[in-house]
């Protein structure tokens, strides 16, 4: 799998080897941005004379400053598209990106639109970054919840079992790292209220390709939360309930504190993609194990990597 | 004519010397970004150091991005002061761009009141570029159409047949484009719906210069598109007419397509300034002679030259 | 007292010595931007790959601008959170600051609500500068214009006489400028409609520390413009009257133009933070003496000093 040159769309275009080569790329960016003894400095100008086309037709302050702060510590340069009125004057998606692409040299696109960045990428010669299209895929969240994984847990993650909670029904980010986790021999929890459970279409590609040891449903984090290495926390949002009466009912399970960690091992690495609406209580930061903000922060080392493959630059 | 230190407000201000030196630097600026053999890549650094003020009234993503990527490509950076509420506050545009002035080394202004650029440009100290001022003019826009006239019709424009097609009454980028080919000896057909024609006073300004050799008016294409070498499309608006009625009746004549370009010759260059929506139909776009994404990447090379001429970079 | 490192939330925290040391390198980025004689230009890449965080919860265009440019013309970038929608899906502040964090090296916030910026500084690993925190306080611009007293008062403060004139009791940044004040020896007239006096707690601290000369209040400019070296005007905004009758009756009091001035010396510095709306009349632009926009152009170079003093880079 070579990244030089290629749209990133999905996480089923990934392969072992080009994440690890890609993992390698970032633990660079990580070192030549923290100024660690030994860094390549080179890294934070391998894309002089670049620039990065953004376009958010959804907002995501979190996502896009990740891509454009990725590309400025590359040494490159942005342009934002995000939210400006005048890409809605009626223009098809295709005509706005064949634009965009004759001021820079990779884009990046979120779209609202299930399939939307996929269908868009035939109309283009400069690589697009896929940074969500709606209820599809968010591949460079799962590559960068997978770079944390393996940070937090010593650089394996081969036998880890990982326990996500939340709402697994409508959340992308949970489909898109079960996805990604389907290539490693991990145990996957599935933590969710009732009608809120991860879909059978995303077990089923999990399943099909052979090497999770296995995929098991719960209703209740108290159930596994002592064999859990890596407790992925999601938010479920009130709209998803028929009544406030239901929501009521199952929200405190749903909230990770004091209380719900009490036999969780001290290594269990706590993430959430953010931002958190109080499903992690703030009594929770002070765990060393509470890798969230370092979760947000590999983002950036991992988009960078991203990037500068794509351009060939690293 | 110099550009060095000056105002870019009009196209009268122009001269074809001046146009020719600058359109030198936009292919040199061209070739630098394309990394072209014998490039003189110190094009992407001469403008290091210089800050961009954009300042857009209206919101306008094309001129927008073209102009910032401009600025970055050349190495220098740029401030985004666009459909910011606070220059909202009351406050009287010359104050407004007085306060830019004092961060930046060149500004570029999008107002939608007719001559308002013009005004403003007596209070600064620092050169202003016009990016369109209402019904007025659009100089730059106007610069990278002729620039791209030149590029696909093999470096010339004398004798050139050149026909604009849709609304030219209210169409500024297309009264600009008329007033600069006005220096060169065309032809020029419009070809409007009734009561959309170009104005008289846009074309006894054309008339006055001697130089153009024909100027006429036709309400269907289908009369001049044989001998057409260029034909420059604007959209046709539907709230410019006075009835849905009226619009539907002459809709079907100002879409460009395969049965309205069957005897157009092979070479027949075709251009839009963008966006479309609908005048030219995508099946058109795998012509070799459609322009119009080519057009679009011009403006970047054609801004880079004046930013950088006018910078004293180039 | 020292910048590197430190977070610059109040003008409490400022030294004399510590004030002495960031003006002379506000000199040096002056001398650098305007390209004088002997200029240190080495100053223009002293923040090479170093990324601004800039966070604005109200707009701001020009203190948002002065941030930006300052850090570009120390070679540095920045990224805009500002009126982003997503910094309002129901996140803590310090959550939002947190991540902004993770992607940069220095911070800048403004916040509607007084003692926010000081209350999340605490979480944050990284320096954080306070742009502005409501009624609260706004110590970058009390800076520059302490700076610009000094550039066009032949640099000296002690000694001379500061006449503030407006409404001096919401005016955050008369207060800021006031408490910056108290360390010199300077005597402070303040001018205001009846009603929107200073507030006794600005008057009490500036008191406290034992340096400024006299503190006289009165509601007419022309019983203090004759003794003024320095004229610092702000808005009488219309809405904090009772009626508008009332406003109608001081209104014209508050106007400084020919007339007002007749009596000041020639050398009498008129300084506005902007934008203005009357205040000044533009008949008063120049006087030689007018330096509102030297003013705006030196709060550049203030904040150039206070990002490289903190980020250790001058």
Same mark, same amino acid.
């Given at each position: 799998? %070579?990244?030089?040159?290629?749209?990133?769309?999905?996480?089923?275009?990934?392969?072992?080897?080009?994440?690890?080569?890609?993992?390698?790329?970032? &633990?660079k960016?990580?070192? +030549?941005?923290?100024?660690?003894?030994g860094?390549?400095?080179?890294?934070?100008?391998?894309?002089?004379?670049?620039?990065?086309?953004?376009?958010?037709?959804e907002?995501?302050?979190?996502?896009?400053?990740?891509?454009?702060?990725?590309?400025?510590?590359?040494?490159?340069?942005?342009?934002?598209?995000?939210?400006?009125?005048?890409?809605?004057?009626?223009e098809?998606?295709? &005509?706005?990106?064949?634009?965009?692409?004759?001021y820079?040299? *990779?884009?990046?696109?979120?779209?609202?639109?299930?399939?939307s960045? =996929?269908?868009?990428?035939?109309f283009?010669?400069?690589?697009?970054?896929?940074?969500?299209?709606?209820?599809?895929?968010?591949?460079?969240?799962?590559?960068?919840?997978?770079?944390?994984?393996?940070?937090? =847990?010593g650089?394996?993650?081969?036998?880890?079992?990982?326990?996500?909670?939340?709402?697994?029904?409508?959340?992308?980010?949970?489909?898109?790292?079960?996805?990604?986790?389907?290539?490693?021999?991990?145990?996957?929890?599935?933590?969710?209220?009732?009608?809120?459970? *991860?879909?059978?279409?995303?077990?089923?590609?999990?399943? %099909?390709?052979?090497?999770? *040891?296995?995929?098991?449903?719960?209703?209740?984090?108290?159930?596994?939360?002592?064999?859990? &290495?890596?407790?992925?926390?999601?938010?479920?949002?009130?709209?998803?309930?028929? %009544?406030?009466d239901e929501?009521?009912?199952?929200?405190?399970?749903? *909230?990770?504190?004091?209380?719900?960690?009490?036999?969780?091992k001290?290594?269990?690495t706590?993430?959430?993609?953010?931002?958190?609406?109080?499903?992690?209580?703030?009594?929770?930061?002070?765990?060393?194990?509470?890798?969230?903000?370092? =979760?947000?922060?590999?983002?950036?080392?991992?988009?960078?990597?991203?990037?500068?493959?794509?351009?060939? +630059?690293?």
């Amino acid at each position: 799998m %070579s990244w030089k040159g290629h749209h990133v769309l999905s996480v089923h275009d990934f392969t072992r080897e080009g994440i690890q080569s890609l993992f390698e790329a970032a &633990d660079k960016c990580k070192a +030549a941005v923290k100024d660690e003894d030994g860094a390549d400095k080179s890294v934070l100008d391998c894309c002089k004379h670049k620039v990065l086309g953004l376009v958010f037709y959804e907002p995501s302050t979190r996502t896009n400053c990740s891509f454009a702060t990725a590309m400025l510590r590359l040494g490159g340069t942005y342009i934002n598209v995000s939210e400006n009125s005048s890409i809605k004057k009626g223009e098809t998606l295709q &005509d706005t990106m064949r634009c965009i692409e004759c001021y820079s040299d *990779i884009m990046v696109l979120r779209h609202p639109e299930k399939g939307s960045v =996929q269908a868009v990428s035939s109309f283009l010669h400069k690589p697009l970054l896929n940074a969500g299209d709606g209820a599809g895929e968010h591949p460079t969240q799962a590559l960068l919840d997978l770079y944390t994984i393996m940070q937090e =847990q010593g650089g394996k993650i081969e036998g880890l079992t990982i326990t996500m909670l939340g709402d697994l029904k409508y959340g992308r980010t949970t489909h898109s790292l079960a996805m990604l986790l389907a290539m490693y021999g991990v145990r996957i929890n599935y933590v969710t209220p009732a009608g809120l459970g *991860i879909p059978d279409s995303v077990k089923e590609v999990v399943e %099909s390709l052979g090497k999770v *040891i296995s995929q098991n449903e719960y209703l209740d984090l108290s159930e596994v939360i002592a064999e859990t &290495d890596v407790l992925y926390v999601t938010r479920v949002q009130k709209e998803r309930f028929e %009544s406030l009466d239901e929501y009521e009912k199952v929200q405190g399970s749903f *909230i990770v504190n004091h209380e719900t960690l009490a036999n969780a091992k001290d290594t269990c690495t706590i993430m959430h993609p953010l931002p958190r609406v109080g499903e992690i209580s703030e009594s929770v930061d002070s765990y060393p194990s509470a890798a969230y903000f370092r =979760q947000m922060e590999n983002g950036m080392y991992v988009r960078m990597a991203i990037i500068a493959k794509v351009l060939g +630059a690293l």
